[in-house]
């Protein structure tokens, strides 16, 4: 059963930084692309950012290009998202995600002063 959990958010001011986590389990995960996808309230799924299975290629959303980096540890199962110069905007719920569209429960991330 995939299983994927995420970590790391909570409440920071303007211009500050997160790094949330994504422990997975369930699957192999060293074989598999990896997303971030995030919602906002009251909008639909954003996709915010990708890493392929060996971590040699990554693409971000450009709402988040130059501030947010993907990064996986294939020994740890692990997926994360160092995000840096966070704005208001980027409030919403962040989730770990397959391309099949499973995901986890979701951490939530709220901007604000």
């Known amino acids: 059963e995939v299983q994927l959990v995420e970590s790391g958010g909570g409440l920071v001011q303007p211009g500050g930084s997160l790094r949330l986590s994504c422990a997975a389990s369930g699957f192999q995960f060293s074989s598999y692309d990896m997303n971030w996808v995030r919602q906002a309230p009251g909008k639909g799924l954003e996709w915010v950012s990708t890493i392929v299975w060996g971590g040699g290629s990554t693409s971000y959303a450009d709402s988040v290009k130059g501030r947010f980096t993907i990064s996986r540890d294939n020994v740890k199962n692990t997926l994360y998202l160092q995000m840096n110069s966070l704005k208001p905007e980027d409030t919403a719920v962040y989730y770990c995600?397959?391309?099949?569209?499973?995901r986890g429960q979701g951490t939530q991330v709220t901007v604000s002063s």
């Open positions: 995600a397959l391309n099949s569209g499973a």
